[in-house]
């Protein structure tokens, strides 16, 4: 079946600073992404929905310029939290689509503590 | 607007016994409908999907979930439940083509005894 990684798994990273986090489908090409934020036994929120070669939609409540999202290539997506702060410690979900398919691949997870 | 209800936020069932969580649906059009399981500090894993055809869909693990469309209902059951099926389970749907996003219920916790 298809794959999808994250890296880092988990990060632990001072107030204020920016966290990079990737998101790869391993063996398929992935024409969609989507960031999910999960808090403690609470459901997955959508943040936003990137396809390649596009600006990134992000829902509403979720600020863009703190969240940034990048989806250059149909393997990869990247989400970076700038200026971190404590509130934005959460576990972060990826999820992938290829072209036609109707299922989506999730990724681990990423947990981010900001201390 | 889509959604999803899930209107038990735990279920606990001895082993060996029958389980079913529940899952409701609100969709305009027609509705992709999916079941994951998430263990802790972990990603989803696929359970089973309904997209069209037989109501009945079976899946991993023994899994198996119905899809009712006049009572909007999609909810996940299994004939014998194992400890090892404790875990945090989400329904979510999608309308129309790949592309658009899950919407998750909010998960239902189970909870299997020995």
């Known amino acids: 079946g298809a794959v999808v990684s994250q890296h880092p798994s988990w990060v632990i990273c001072k107030s204020g600073t920016s966290v990079k986090i990737e998101c790869r489908s391993l063996?398929?090409?992935?024409?969609?992404m989507f960031w999910y934020r999960q808090f403690p036994k609470q459901s997955l929120m959508l943040m936003a929905t990137?396809?390649?070669?596009?600006?990134?939609?992000?829902e509403q409540g979720v600020e863009k310029d703190k969240f940034l999202i990048n989806h250059a290539s149909l393997t990869l997506s990247t989400l970076t939290v700038t200026s971190a702060h404590p509130e934005d410690s959460s576990f972060y979900i990826c999820?992938?689509?290829?072209?036609?398919?109707?299922?989506?691949?999730f990724g681990p997870g990423t947990r981010l503590t900001v201390l | 607007a889509q959604s999803v209800a899930q209107p038990e936020d735990q279920v606990n069932v001895a082993e060996g016994n029958p389980l079913t969580v529940k899952c409701t649906y609100s969709?305009?059009?027609?509705?992709?409908l999916f079941w994951y399981v998430q263990y802790p500090n972990r990603g989803l894993q696929f359970l089973l999907k309904?997209?069209?055809?037989?109501?009945l869909v079976k899946g991993s693990y023994g899994f198996e979930a119905e899809f009712n469309k006049s009572q909007t209902s999609f909810h996940l059951k299994k004939p014998s439940a194992l400890v090892s099926d404790s875990a945090l389970y989400f329904c979510?749907?999608?309308?129309?083509?790949?592309?658009?996003?899950?919407?998750f219920g909010k998960g239902t916790t189970l909870s299997v005894s020995s």
């Open positions: 063996d398929f090409q992935a024409t969609t």
């Open positions: 969709v305009s059009g027609n509705p992709y």
């Open positions: 979510a749907v999608r309308v129309n083509q790949a592309g658009t996003a899950l919407i």
């Open positions: 990137s396809n390649e070669g596009s600006k990134a939609t992000y």
């Open positions: 309904y997209i069209t055809g037989d109501n």
């Open positions: 999820s992938a689509s290829g072209l036609a398919s109707f299922g989506q691949f």
